[in-house]
């Protein structure tokens, strides 16, 4: 919906400039028929009226919509008789202009100026309700109808010229698009296979490292099979042929009271309770 509006407000403006330089050159028109002075004053009113729009359109492009459209309405029924009527260029002109409402609006808004449009049309062609409104002006000529009418289309010229151009424009910049997608698609499809390449890889090396971590598990329980093993052997003779040592020194240090063999006796049973005690904290650091 900001494309539409974007491209809505873009012809606006064009169409803008465009007003002016018409109701410019139709005031010269008017001037040099000798219009009547009320003519004159209101496509004055008119111009002021356009500078006031294309300074408006910008910030506030309904407001400026609306009272563009309306001022030309207003300005065909009261310029209706004066222009020729249906033999003049003022028909002409609200055909072009109800085409460029269809370019520069949508929704709500264009189908109400689209209504009002239809109904000075339906008025003018049934009834004389709006005739009223104007004043037939009799120096407005065959040569008046045809300078009203070339102009008109040269103005449908140049809105159908700035539509084409606006077209390839947009084709070029949709062209333009669309190879900078495919080139991101085509890099992005890169990158999948590499996610997917380094995925592969991912999966590989995490087997690997599962493998080494059940292999380590394994030898890690094996050399607990081994120390616990060891620790029975530790229990269950080392530390019981060494108590049975200890028992004998008690005994024939009992027996025996003799000062020399009583030493070595008491070195030979240091030894063997620090033996021990080394087998003990093997024990404890096993367990």
Do not use: C
Not at 115 to 122: D, F, H, K, Q, T
Not at 175 to 182: D, P, Q
């Amino acid at each position: 919906m900001d494309i539409i509006h974007r491209f809505e407000e873009r012809v606006f403006h064009y169409g803008l400039i465009i007003a002016f330089i018409f109701r410019l050159v139709r005031l010269v028109h008017e001037f040099v028929i000798d219009s009547p002075t009320s003519i004159l004053l209101l496509g004055a009113f008119n111009l002021l009226l356009l500078a006031l729009i294309y300074y408006l359109h910008r910030k506030h492009f309904k407001v400026a919509f609306i009272i563009f459209y309306f001022q030309i309405l207003i300005t065909s029924i009261l310029t209706w008789n004066n222009a020729g009527g249906w033999d003049g260029g003022v028909p002409y002109l609200l055909l072009v202009v109800m085409i460029a409402i269809v370019i520069t609006s949508h929704g709500f808004l264009q189908v109400m100026t689209l209504l009002a449009y239809g109904a000075a049309i339906v008025l003018f062609s049934f009834t004389t309700v709006l005739n009223s409104y104007s004043a037939f002006n009799s120096k407005y000529s065959l040569m008046s109808s045809e300078i009203d009418f070339f102009v008109n289309t040269i103005v449908l010229i140049l809105i159908t010229y700035y539509l084409k151009e606006n077209f390839f424009s947009f084709r070029e910049s949709v062209e333009r698009t669309n190879s900078r997608l495919k080139k991101s698609s085509e890099k992005l499809m890169e990158q999948t296979d590499q996610l997917h390449q380094q995925q592969g890889e991912l999966n590989i090396l995490r087997n690997d490292l599962e493998e080494m971590i059940l292999g380590k598990v394994n030898e890690s329980q094996r050399k607990a099979e081994i120390l616990k093993e060891f620790a029975f052997v530790n229990s269950h003779h080392v530390r019981a042929s060494l108590a049975r040592v200890l028992g004998l020194i008690d005994l024939i240090e009992i027996e025996d009271k003799r000062k020399s063999s009583t030493s070595a006796l008491h070195r030979i049973k240091k030894d063997a309770q620090e033996m021990d005690a080394i087998l003990k904290k093997i024990d404890t650091i096993i367990e």
